[in-house]
């Protein structure tokens, strides 16, 4: 078993790595970082964008924090499409799941040729035309930390 010595070693380094989470975004309120710090350590990714930019944007709103399980199947550590479509989804939830599905993998309401959703409905047009339009930039820049130094706007000389 661990001595008291190892898992206080184990909650400082959890507390060190859940402090660096919180740092690279900012965030709606605590349910939101709690949500995002919960699904970040459950699947083991710290260094992933893609799961970092998803959960952040999950998060976003009560309805999906509370059916994640709809949304992500954690046994499988992949999204669950039929998730767009459940009878919780409110309009807003269900932007929040799109732009979220989208910046997980692209996905824009094709499944292998198959359409179950309406592609201009994952356009920034159709998703960002809300009150979480700040929170959910923040998602976008999960995705790309490189382009993301948080700097003046045009820092870069092209």
């Not at 996905?107 to 035309?129: K, Q, V």
Request: net charge negative; charged share 20%.
């Amino acid at each position: 078993m661990f001595t008291e010595k190892h898992l206080s070693q184990i909650k400082d380094s959890l507390k060190t790595a859940n402090d660096k989470l919180c740092a690279e975004a900012l965030f709606m309120n605590d349910a939101h970082r709690e949500f995002y710090i919960m699904n970040i350590q459950k699947t083991n990714s710290f260094s992933d964008p893609y799961r970092k930019a998803l959960f952040y944007a999950l998060g976003l709103t009560a309805e999906t924090r509370n059916n994640i399980n709809s949304l992500y199947d954690f046994a499988d550590n992949a999204i669950d499409f039929d998730g767009l479509n459940r009878p919780w989804q409110t309009g807003t939830s269900a932007k929040v799941t799109k732009l979220a599905f989208n910046l997980y993998n692209g996905f824009c309401g094709d499944l292998g040729g198959e359409p179950i959703d309406y592609p201009s409905d994952y356009t920034p047009y159709n998703l960002f035309g809300n009150e979480l339009m700040n929170w959910m930039f923040e998602a976008v820049k999960l995705l790309y930390p490189c382009y993301n130094n948080r700097g003046p706007l045009y820092s870069a000389s092209y």
